[in-house]
Nanobody, 115 residues
């Protein structure tokens, strides 16, 4: 069973940047994604990237500010977050596309953006 471990979260001020990492055990997976869940809200899709990195997808709320990338030699996917806003405060998760749904969720990493 694949295990995903997120890291890189923290407390920053509005306008700052953070880079999250998601390390996958075992092997690289075709499509990997990032999600987030704010207190009292449902988990939402943020970004995803294909195995080659040639295709990526973003939610409108982060398009132009966040960039997803991957290093398959390290089995790691990254989420570069720039121009952070207080509304980006959430627990961020990565997941693997299993063919019919997302799965193998990591434990999450907290991102808090102060105004």
């Amino acid at each position: 069973q694949v295990q995903l471990v997120e890291s890189g979260g923290g407390l920053v001020q509005a306008g700052d940047s953070l880079r999250l990492s998601c390390a996958a055990s075992g092997r690289s997976f075709y499509v990997m994604g990032w999600f987030r869940q704010a207190p009292g809200k449902e988990r939402e899709f943020i970004a995803a990237i294909s195995w080659s990195g040639g295709s990526s997808w973003y939610a409108d709320s982060v398009k132009g500010r966040f960039t997803v990338s991957r290093d398959n030699s390290k089995n790691t996917v990254y989420l570069q977050m720039d121009s952070l806003k207080p509304e980006d405060t959430a627990v961020y998760y990565c997941a693997v596309w299993l063919g019919s749904d997302w799965g193998s969720w990591g434990q999450g990493t907290q991102v808090t953006v102060s105004s």
